[in-house]
C-alpha cells in the first residue's frame, strides 16, 4: 500500500461495481472507511448510494475493453479523492456458448473484456501506483477454468474458460513486472457464487455445483469481495502473484 497510508482504507476502485461480487466488494469498501470510484458499464443500483456518503463514492461509467476508458476511471479516481491504493477488477463478460455455438467475434470479444480489460485497468492504475509509493491490485479468474466448463445451461464456455485461464498468467507476470514499483498484483478464484452471473444456470445445475463443494452450496457475493478486501489490505502486504481459490472447497474432487 501506498507509504503516505497507515493501516486502513484509502481510495480503491472498484470494476463490475455495479453488480455480484463488485458491488458487494464497494460495499464492504465503503462500510470500512474507503474512498470507491465505483466503474461498470452499466448504472449502478442506487442502493449502493443510498447507504454511502456521497463525499466517498463516485459513479463511473467505464468500458473496461477500451484503453481511453480505463484511462479515465484511474484519472477520476485520483482527482475525486487525491490518490489510489487499490484497484478491485471484477468485471467480466460470461459467454456461455457451447463450441458448437461460438463464433470467432464473441470469443474474442471475451477476451477484449476479460484478458485485454485486467491488463489495461491493471496498467493505468499502476501507472498512478507507481509514481505515488505503490498500491494493491486484485484480479479475477473462475475456479470453472479448473474443471473446463463446456457452456450450455447459462454456464460458462470455451470463450469465458479460456479468457479465466489467462488470469493466471497476467497475475504472475504483472505480479513480477509491479513488484519493484511496490504494488501487489493478486487474483481471486471464485467458485460458483450467486450472483447475475449464475441466474442462469436452471435447477440441475445449481445442484450440482453445489454439491461438488466441500461445504455444499453456492457462494455468496460478499464472501468472494471479503477475500479481495484482504488481498487490497496491509495485512496480505507479503502476498504478491498469488490465485486465491475462494470456493467452499470445490477445489478438491472434481
Ligand atoms: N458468479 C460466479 O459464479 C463467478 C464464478 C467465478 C468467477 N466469477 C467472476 O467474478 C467476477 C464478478 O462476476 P459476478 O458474478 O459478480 O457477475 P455480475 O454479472 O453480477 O457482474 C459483472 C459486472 O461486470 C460488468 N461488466 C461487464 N462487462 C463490462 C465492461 N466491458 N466494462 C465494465 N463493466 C463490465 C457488468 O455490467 C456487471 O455489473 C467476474 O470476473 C466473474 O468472471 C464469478
Known amino acids: 500500500m501506498a507509504d503516505e497510508r497507515t493501516r486502513g482504507a484509502g ?97 474474442t470479444r471475451t477476451q477484449e473484456v476479460n484478458v485485454t480489460g485486467s491488463f489495461l485497468m491493471a496498467r493505468e492504475a499502476a501507472r498512478h501506483m507507481a509514481a505515488h509509493g505503490g498500491g494493491a491490485i486484485v484480479l479475477t479468474g473462475s475456479g470453472s477454468m479448473n474443471s473446463g466448463g463446456v457452456g450450455g445451461h447459462g454456464r460458462g464456455g470455451p470463450a469465458y474458460i479460456a479468457s479465466k485461464a489467462a488470469i493466471v498468467g497476467l497475475t504472475r507476470s504483472l505480479a513480477r513486472s509491479f513488484g519493484p514499483h511496490g504494488i501487489r498484483v493478486n487474483a481471486v478464484f471464485p467458485g460458483a457464487t450467486d450472483t447475475a452471473m449464475t441466474a442462469e444456470y436452471d435447477e440441475d445445475a445449481r445442484n450440482r455445483v453445489a454439491e461438488r463443494t466441500i461445504l455444499g452450496r453456492i457462494g455468496a457475493a460478499a464472501e468472494i469481495a471479503a477475500v479481495a478486501r484482504f488481498l487490497v489490505s496491509d495485512d496480505a502486504r507479503y502476498m504478491t502473484g498469488e490465485t486465491v481459490n475462494v470456493n467452499g472447497g470445490g477445489s478438491f474432487g472434481l
Open 11 to 107: 481510495t480503491a476502485l472498484v470494476s463490475g461495481a455495479a453488480s455480484g461480487i463488485g458491488l458487494a466488494c464497494a460495499k464492504l469498501l465503503l462500510e470500512d472507511g474507503w474512498s470507491v470510484g465505483a466503474a461498470d458499464i452499466q448504472p449502478l443500483p442506487p442502493s449502493l448510494g443510498d447507504d454511502a456518503p456521497a463525499d466517498r463514492l463516485r459513479e463511473l461509467a467505464c468500458d473496461v475493453s477500451n484503453e481511453d476508458s480505463c484511462r479515465a476511471a484511474v484519472a477520476e479516481t485520483v482527482s475525486a479523492f487525491g490518490g489510489l491504493h487499490a484497484l478491485l477488477h471484477f468485471a467480466a463478460f460470461h459467454s456461455t456458448n457451447t463450441w458448437q455455438e461460438l463464433s470467432a467475434v464473441e470469443f
